[in-house]
């Protein structure tokens, strides 16, 4: 009996408490991202009201949804160049607590009367925001990475984004049920809230000197990094391009979905938010299949040639336009969104995982490194999603639903062109760089074989 109370009673060895502390991190990482996609949608289902009855336009509400991509596009790289000077635990910590205190701040615009002034305050409270995410969107990926065991990284990854994906497709839902039950402020204040508590948890779990610790163990010496040069591996422009096209797949029906069932089928507002779960549920669910197979080997350029062939199959399904040929339907809809999910997720995951690893090479593997590549990611996730929310509507508007929807299916097979073309030109230039290095080898050899002959020569003639 003693000895399994001295066993019970033993302190645990530094290596078991180590990766208990860094899981309690992973989980902290990966709620603060959901609440983080929560905050993006959670306003979705009564903002508009609210400013309507400021008297504000439907236009008007729109800036304020669409002001967090454009600040994300001007922040994110700033904070992926910086990353290395500021800390990813620093950034993370005061990302956290902006976007904590700016909503809720938010959970108080109701009591400002004028309409102009209202809809400033939104302008300026949800930039303050979108200044936070984006410190917390660059900091997280290398902050998880440093804390996953290695030939994780793409699972790692991969939970994030389906936090990520799982909290803005949940955030509609859970925005309206707290408003039915509390009002304007109650979703603010609770996300708020919660992520002031993870912050706080942050700065207790989280270990500055871990990242410093790990840039310090990187052997030989580690590159600095430029976007230019960043931006100059075709690699990356491709991926980059990849990127953009799914941001803008991703948020182009989000202002002509509602309008097109209501007028086609006869669907509330409430009965058509149910249609926007399908994508953004197959998308989480997808990703961390996608984040495995990454790990275990498989190809990114083979994810991104099929994700793009998927997204674009499943645009020509919401159209519904050739080969698929049928009177449109809600079971058509759905088929259509849900194909379009496992497209998002094999894109997403694949250009991020793609980014890092040529971040990986050459011993370039830094914190700021690894920041600058997630900034330009998540850049070009908003520059595409702010194009496709601006376009998508304005697409449906000018044309008609099954046009704007085939639009974005050329886009995608354009995506798949520039993949295809890119891995078959980096296969040549491989080809070519192997066959070169044989060659100078194969002469080497031969004049090693000369030289040997020549002084074996000599030695009989002595």
Same mark, same amino acid.
């Given at each position: ?85 500021? %800390? ?346 192997? %066959? ?27």
């Amino acid at each position: 009996m003693d000895v399994e109370i001295d066993a019970a009673s033993e302190p645990l060895d530094p290596e078991t408490k180590n990766s208990r502390v860094r899981l309690f991190s992973l989980i902290i990482l990966g709620f603060s991202t959901f609440l983080a996609g929560c905050t993006l949608s959670i306003l979705a289902p009564f903002y508009s009201k609210e400013a309507e009855d400021h008297g504000l336009s439907v236009t008007a509400s729109g800036t304020v949804f669409a002001s967090v991509f454009v600040l994300q596009v001007i922040f994110t790289p700033l904070f992926g160049k910086y990353i290395q000077i500021i %800390g990813s635990t620093k950034l993370f910590i005061i990302g956290i607590g902006i976007s904590g205190v700016t909503n809720i701040l938010f959970a108080f615009l109701p009591n400002i009367k004028s309409g102009p002034m209202f809809l400033a305050a939104s302008l300026v409270i949800r930039s303050a925001t979108a200044l936070g995410e984006s410190a917390m969107n660059t900091s997280v990926y290398p902050l998880a990475r440093k804390r996953c065991s290695k030939g994780s990284e793409s699972s790692v990854m991969s939970m994030l984004e389906t936090m990520i994906g799982f909290g803005t497709t949940i955030g509609p839902f859970i925005g309206g049920f707290l408003f039915e039950y509390g009002g304007f402020g109650l979703p603010f204040i609770t996300c708020g809230c919660l992520l002031l508590i993870c912050g706080l948890l942050a700065y207790f779990v989280l270990d500055p000197m871990e990242e410093k610790v790990c840039y310090e163990q990187v052997e030989g010496p580690v590159e600095k990094g430029s976007y230019r040069k960043l931006l100059s591996n075709p690699v990356m422009i491709m991926a980059c391009t990849v990127t953009i096209v799914t941001g803008i797949s991703t948020q182009w029906y989000q202002p002509s979905l509602e309008p097109y069932v209501r007028d086609q089928f006869g669907m509330s507002s409430f009965q058509a938010s149910l249609l926007f779960i399908i994508d953004g549920g197959v998308y989480a669910l997808i990703t961390p299949i996608i984040g495995r197979l990454l790990d275990k080997g498989l190809d990114c350029r083979v994810v991104l040639v099929f994700g793009s062939g998927f997204i674009c199959f499943g645009y020509l399904l919401l159209a519904p336009a050739p080969p698929f040929i049928f009177a449109p339907s809600l079971v058509q809809i759905g088929v259509g969104a849900g194909v379009h999910g496992v497209g998002m997720a094999l894109n997403f995951i694949g250009t991020l995982t793609l980014m890092t690893q040529q971040c990986g090479k050459k011993n370039s593997d830094s914190e700021q490194l690894q920041g600058m590549v997630t900034s330009i990611w998540i850049t070009c996730e908003c520059f595409g999603g702010f194009i496709g929310a601006a376009a998508g509507g304005a697409a449906y508007d000018k044309l008609d639903w099954s046009s704007s929807c085939v639009i974005v299916a050329g886009c995608h097979t354009f995506s798949m062109v520039i993949v295809v073309s890119g891995w078959l030109f980096t296969l040549f230039a491989n080809t070519t760089t192997y %066959g070169n290095e044989k060659e100078e080898l194969i002469n080497k050899k031969n004049i090693n074989s000369s030289y040997g002959s020549y002084e074996s020569n000599n030695n009989i003639n002595v």
